[in-house]
């Protein structure tokens, strides 16, 4: 997980690598936009929530807007704020809920698909195990049923 603010050129560069390896979230903003200022404190705790309780390979930027002509990605931004998914530089898609911090969570976990900490993976192991003690009742079951017979028919 990994975290950026682009308001330099040193930043752009970095991002620029980044977007390219691994699937991204990026606002782009504008400091002056009352938006953009509204957004700011939920998008502080949408990246305390990713870095506390998510993991995963992904990358959530803010991009400043004198900084737009220098990212190398697709960039059709008609307004601030602006936040799209990136994969490999492409746009995937497009933020168009509402702006809080557990909207965008959704939509980071729908469309990059990163899991919460400590969440199993496919669930392999318990079916197996699953499989397993069905196996043994069905085991001791018969056994009983078995021994039962034996006792009748002593009798």
């Known amino acids: 997980m990994n975290f950026l603010d ?5 930043s752009c560069n970095t991002f620029n690598a980044l977007i390219m390896q691994k699937p991204t979230v990026v606002q782009f903003f504008s400091p002056g936009c ?3 200022d509204q957004l700011k404190p939920e998008w502080n705790s949408l990246q305390e929530m990713l870095k ?8 959530l930027a803010r991009v400043h807007a004198d ?11 008609e307004g601030f704020p602006t936040i799209y998914v990136l994969k490999k530089g492409k ?3 497009e933020f168009g809920g509402d702006r809080n911090a557990q909207e965008l969570l959704k939509f980071i976990e729908k469309h990059i698909g990163i899991k919460k900490k400590g ?5 392999r192991r318990r079916r197996r195990r699953r499989r397993k003690t069905k196996r043994k009742r069905r085991r001791t079951r018969k056994r009983r049923r078995k021994s039962r017979r034996i006792k009748r028919r002593r009798v």
């Not at 682009?6 to 040193?10: E, H």
């Not at 506390?52 to 990358?59: A, F, N, R, W």
């Not at 969440?119 to 669930?123: D, E, F, L, M, T």
């Open 6 to 10: 682009v308001i330099d050129k040193p």
């Open 34 to 36: 009352g938006y953009c």
């Open 91 to 93: 746009k995937k898609k």
């Open 52 to 59: 506390k309780q998510y993991k995963g390979d992904m990358l």
């Open 119 to 123: 969440q199993k993976g496919s669930g």
């Open 67 to 77: 900084m737009i002509q220098n990212v190398e990605c697709d960039k059709d931004i």
